[in-house]
């Protein structure tokens, strides 16, 4: 019988509001947290948009024992400074040699602090603390196919009880957000007008994508969105898309195949910004992990 696999998700973390406001994601976000916490997940493995590393083969794992929050924008310190972060250092170290037994150059970094792509997420997702957490860079080079190979390789991590994430943007160019209303009157959720048709139109290629095929055939889907004409309104720049890449690789082998994502929520931000949240797969509960939550 073949191991059962722990679900992934494709998280788009949208503005650093998110944090301190409500929305249909927070309420998935803390949704997809409590269900991975019944089930007696081991551990999160995550890749986020705002870290990037140099070299055409190279990758980077967050080893910093006490590593601080990048501070942000629009959310009240409050909100984020007593959060205690919880880097699962053993899992990280796993995490490189499986990468470079499979040809890729990774390396820790002990001196890198968590960016708010992935402290927003993981604070919403578990509030009661920070589960033991892995962080993985992208490379700066955003090649679709060499992150499509790193979250295959690191799918083998599912069948050991590890969540994995990737969080990022189903739309997001910060070029064509309508940042008026944040900016007069905090209000990130204000839609004076409705989003461009280019960013409706790469977003429902992005849900059809995800949703309609599986196994390798949600591979291919995912890296054919960035040869899309509108992907560049929709993704002014690479590295919010990429994680979306990375979850493809994780979540499209042969093994996959028939399970494809489920939208979960969605909020529109600053006009133009669709948070849009994807899951692929379920949690096994055995009964002992029900009665332990």
Known sequence: MAPSLSPVHFFSHGSTMM???????????????????????????????????????????????????????????????????????PSAEKVISHLRENGIDAHGNDQFDWIHDTFLILIRMFP?????????????????HW?????????KFRKEGYLVVGTGGAVHNLYRNDFDQMLKYRDNFAMPSPPDPEMLEFRQAFEDA??????????????????????????????????????AGAAGDDEDEGVA???GAEDWELRNMANSQFSWGSWQISAPAIAAA
């Open 19 to 89: 944090l301190g406001e409500e929305s249909a994601s927070a309420d998935y976000w803390k949704k997809c947290g409590d269900e991975a916490l019944a089930a007696g997940m081991k551990g999160v493995i995550m890749m986020g948009a705002h870290w990037d590393t140099k070299g055409d083969n190279r990758i980077e794992v967050a080893t910093k024992p006490n590593p601080g929050k990048n501070p942000i924008a629009f959310s009240h310190p409050s909100t984020y400074e007593n959060y205690q972060l919880n880097p699962d250092l």
């Open 128 to 144: 009661g603390g920070c589960p033991p957490t892995v962080l993985i860079s992208q490379n700066a080079r955003y090649d679709p």
């Open 147 to 155: 992150h499509m190979r790193i979250g295959s390789i690191l799918r």
């Open 210 to 247: 995800v949703t309609r095929n599986s196994g390798p055939g949600l591979r291919r889907a995912v890296t054919r969105l960035m040869k899309r004409p509108d992907y560049r309104d929709a993704h002014g720049t690479d590295e919010h898309f990429i994680p979306a890449v990375f979850v």
């Open 261 to 263: 994502a489920v939208l």
